[in-house]
């Protein structure tokens, strides 16, 4: 059980490193670091940074469930990321940053939800990928 205990420890501090990094990121991006020219920096605020706010209290508390959903909800990130990456020369290593701390909140929720709710069952790594005991048969 150490090494699933280690594997949650190192998922949530993945977690939580990507959650600020891309809030950060976004942050600093939209607001001082190229603010844009278009649209009010208000509208891309309410867009791309609010929606991260949803899950943080579940987040900080290490909610199995919040950590579940929360995978989901960073495909959208990524996919404005590579977007930018893609279509934006100047910004491009923000773009980078966006996918890199995107993939980095993903990988971490999904691991946790996954280790935590074994931890929560009692159930070890070994017991995950065993090979299942044959059914008793019935004697007549």
Same mark, same amino acid.
């Not at 891309?22 to 605020?45: D, G």
């Not at 279509?87 to 993939?103: C, E």
């Not at 996954?114 to 995950?128: L, N, P, Q, T």
């Given at each position: 059980?150490?090494?699933?205990?280690?594997?949650?420890?190192?998922?949530?501090?993945?977690? =939580?490193?990507?959650?600020? !990094? $891309? /809030?950060?990121?976004?942050?600093?991006?939209?607001? %001082?670091? &190229?603010?844009?020219?278009?649209?009010?920096?208000?509208?891309?605020?309410?867009?791309?940074?609010?929606?991260? =706010?949803?899950?943080?209290? !579940? $987040? /900080?508390?290490?909610?199995?469930?919040?950590?579940? %959903?929360? &995978?989901?909800?960073?495909?959208?990130?990524?996919?404005?990321?590579?977007?930018?990456?893609?279509?934006?020369?100047?910004?491009?290593?923000?773009?980078? /940053?966006?996918?890199?701390?995107?993939?980095?909140?993903?990988?971490?929720?999904?691991?946790?939800?996954?280790?935590?709710?074994?931890?929560?069952?009692?159930?070890?790594?070994?017991?995950?990928?065993?090979?299942?005991?044959?059914?008793?048969?019935?004697?007549?």
């Amino acid at each position: 059980m150490p090494a699933q205990s280690t594997v949650i420890k190192v998922s949530r501090y993945a977690t =939580l490193i990507g959650y600020f !990094g $891309l /809030l950060a990121v976004l942050m600093n991006w939209i607001t %001082w670091i &190229s603010p844009p020219k278009e649209i009010p920096r208000a509208f891309l605020l309410i867009i791309l940074v609010v929606p991260l =706010l949803f899950p943080l209290r !579940g $987040l /900080l508390h290490g909610k199995t469930y919040t950590h579940a %959903w929360t &995978s989901f909800l960073t495909m959208f990130y990524f996919t404005v990321g590579v977007d930018f990456a893609y279509n934006n020369d100047p910004d491009r290593w923000l773009a980078m /940053l966006v996918v890199i701390f995107s993939m980095l909140l993903f990988l971490g929720c999904i691991f946790y939800a996954k280790y935590e709710k074994m931890r929560i069952a009692g159930v070890g790594a070994s017991d995950f990928l065993s090979e299942p005991e044959p059914p008793e048969s019935k004697q007549s």
